[in-house]
Nanobody, 123 residues
Framework: VQLQASGGGLVQPGGSLRLSCAAS????????MGWYRQAPGGPRDLVAT???????EYADSVKGRFTISRDSNKNTVYLRMNNLKPEDTAVYYC??????????????????WGQGTQVTVSS
């Protein structure tokens, strides 16, 4: 299973970005999908997650500014980020709890991570 993230970039304070992350492979089911971020020298922190049933969770620092959504038909999760602040600058990683099939046709439950996409908020 692979997760491919895109949509990062440089934006001025107050601006917006939308991140996307598509999962591919021999996927049987995806449970929770979400986004984490890691600033230089810091830990990887939760930003937002969404369950397969649509329940979402946000870090306090992004509530009211970020919105997570997902398209289950496309195995894709999105993060709409509005009113961006310099402290949002980080590498953003997508994550998914995936049930897939391996080459022996056995079920495999795994936590998959995308490669990370840089978000820089600066004037």
């Amino acid at each position: 299973v692979q997760l491919q993230a895109s949509g990062g970039g440089l934006v001025q304070p107050g601006g917006s970005l939308r991140l996307s992350c598509a999962a591919s492979g021999r996927i049987v089911r995806i449970d929770t999908m979400g986004w984490y971020r890691q600033a230089p020298g810091g830990p990887r922190d939760l930003v937002a997650t969404m369950s397969s049933g649509g329940s979402s969770e946000y870090a306090d620092s992004v509530k009211g500014r970020f919105t997570i959504s997902r398209d289950s038909n496309k195995n894709t999760v999105y993060l709409r980020m509005n009113n961006l602040k310099p402290e949002d600058t980080a590498v953003y990683y997508c994550h998914a709890d995936v049930l897939s099939l391996n080459s022996e046709e056995a079920f495999v439950a795994q936590k998959s991570w995308g490669q990370g996409t840089q978000v820089t908020v600066s004037s």
